[in-house]
């Protein structure tokens, strides 16, 4: 069902761009974010038509209008593109709060398989892209005192996974980004010595999704999602909106003595 606005608006104000977010767990961080308030810039890859009617129907959702809810076209993978975007968000909004980096592909081969084409796309959408967003933000974010980023990685980079070693290893090479950011962005603040060691301040942090019921996984053989689930301790697949309310939590200033930290959203998948 499509999410409702929350009597909760404590994120009233805050500008965030979530990447990919116009569908799967993306779109329910998207309108996990605007139903808390925010005003959200959804980045999507290549399908305008989708991404406006997703912008439309939240507009409709939660009353706001086009300066709220916006739909941004970038290719993540494009260091000029991130740029761009962040920039675009920046001008029409005059902040960006919030960084979502949630945008991913697979491309499944065994390593024995695996062309190097395979291997650096996987890299580029689902690691440099990530790195490009967060390095254009950071700035911003700086000067303002505050922000959040969350970054998407996934189970799979916990665990590794048969013909997933591109994926697995962006997905943990964001671990290493996450904490290394979270590390950077409290020291850059604390060098403006313009920070209130109780305020919001900037928090980095990543999230890992086990099998969530989208797009991504229509590509898998039921008998394998079968298999999967049955290894999952409460049996059944996550749904977007279980990642989403942990992003909502993580964008929010009561997350503010939160940083650096991996958090699981897998049914117990991987403990
Ligand atoms: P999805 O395939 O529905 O969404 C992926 C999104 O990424 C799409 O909106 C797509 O437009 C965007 N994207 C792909 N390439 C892009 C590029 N070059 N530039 C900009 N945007 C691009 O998949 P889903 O499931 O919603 O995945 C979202 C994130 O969650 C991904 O990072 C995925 O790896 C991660 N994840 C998903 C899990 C699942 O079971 N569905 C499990 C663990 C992590």
Redesign the pocket.
Known sequence: PFVTATADQSLKGRVALV??????????ISRGLAGAGATVAA?????TGRARDFVDRCRTEFGADAERVGAHQ?????PA?CRRLVSDVVERHGRIDILV??????IDRTVARMAEADWQQVL???LS?PFYLAQAALGAMVEQGSGRIVM?????GETGNIGQAN?AAA?SGLFGLTKTLAREAAFQLAKTGRQDPYGPGITVNAV??????????EHIPAKVLDRIVGQVPLGR??R?EE?ARLVRFLADDASAYITGQVWGV?GGLDM
Not at 43 to 47: E, I, L, P, V
Not at 74 to 78: C, E, G, M, P
Not at 101 to 106: F, K, Q, R, V
Not at 152 to 156: A, K, L, T, Y
């Open positions: 990447t990919g977010g116009t569908r799967g767990i993306g779109a329910a980045a999507y890859a290549g399908n970038a290719d993540v993978s494009s593109d980096n949630n945008a991913g592909i697979t580029d959408v689902n892209g998407i990685s996934s189970v799979i994926y997905k890992t999704p086990g099998f969530i019921a989208t797009e991504m996984l697949l996550g977007p990642v897998n």
